[in-house]
T-cell receptor, first 117, second 111 residues
Framework: GAVVSQHPSWVICKSGTSVKIECRSL??????MFWYRQFPKQSLMLMATSNEGSKATYEQGVEKDKFLINHASLTLSTLTVTSAHPEDSSFYICSARVGGLNTGELFFGEGSRLTVL | LAKTTQPISMDSYEGQEVNITCSHNNIATNDYITWYQQFPSQGPRFIIQ???TKVTNEVASLFIPADRKSSTLSLPRVSLSDTAVYYC????????????FGKGTTLSVSS
């Protein structure tokens, strides 16, 4: 199957700093990628849909100025957590879809664990 | 938006067949039913997808009744490595761009 890779796998930062997480589709082109956040013992929560060459579509309640998404190429989407605070500590996972909206298969990255001190 | 309901947790023993049922009463005509598996600290992985009746692949079967208001993921002869969270996904978000994850079912397999 298709491969999606995230970097870094884990990151620790100080409160108030910004952190960038990269998501790459290694063997296919992804015009659309998705960013999820997952807190311990909880399900994945969709944060935004990242569209190549255009603005991301954010889910209700997700601050677009805090979670900056850039999808500048068909194989790379980045999520920047700006002015991170301890409550932003979470597992961030990206995915890309191969196939149609309803019938396609989502391929997920390994996830990036963010810890804000 | 199709909302899904699954049991929070299930327990099983190695070698048994496990059936996880997902309710999706307001599934739309063009919605497919997709199941994902997630291990701790990893991204989810696709298991199986179906629209109606029965679908089978090398790892699981998916049973969907005629009214499509529920579906059952069947894992034959589970092993310890099948201990994971299983998610049933039906329908898209409000923007119509992405599938939404429900709460999932934590399956624990013991020896």
């Amino acid at each position: 199957g298709a491969v999606v890779s995230q970097h870094p796998s884990w990151v620790i930062c100080k409160s108030g700093t910004s952190v960038k997480i990269e998501c790459r589709s290694l063997d296919f082109q992804a015009t659309t990628m998705f960013w999820y956040r997952q807190f311990p013992k909880q399900s994945l929560m969709l944060m935004a849909t990242s569209n190549e060459g255009s603005k991301a579509t954010y889910e209700q309640g997700v601050e677009k100025d805090k979670f900056l998404i850039n999808h500048a190429s068909l194989t790379l989407s980045t999520l920047t957590v700006t002015s991170a605070h301890p409550e932003d500590s979470s597992f961030y996972i990206c995915s890309a879809r191969v196939g149609g909206l309803n019938t396609g298969e989502l391929f997920f990255g390994e996830g990036s664990r963010l810890t804000v001190l | 938006l199709a909302k899904t309901t699954q049991p929070i947790s299930m327990d099983s023993y190695e070698g048994q067949e496990v059936n996880i049922t997902c309710s999706h009463n307001n599934i739309a005509t063009n919605d497919y039913i997709t199941w994902y598996q997630q291990f701790p600290s990893q991204g989810p992985r696709f298991i199986i997808q179906g629209y109606k009746t029965k679908v089978t692949n090398e790892v699981a079967s998916l049973f969907i009744p005629a009214d499509r208001k529920s579906s059952t993921l069947s894992l034959p002869r589970v092993s310890l490595s099948d201990t994971a969270v299983y998610y049933c996904l039906v329908g898209l978000n409000q923007a119509g761009t992405a599938l939404i994850f429900g709460k999932g079912t934590t399956l624990s397999v013991s020896s």
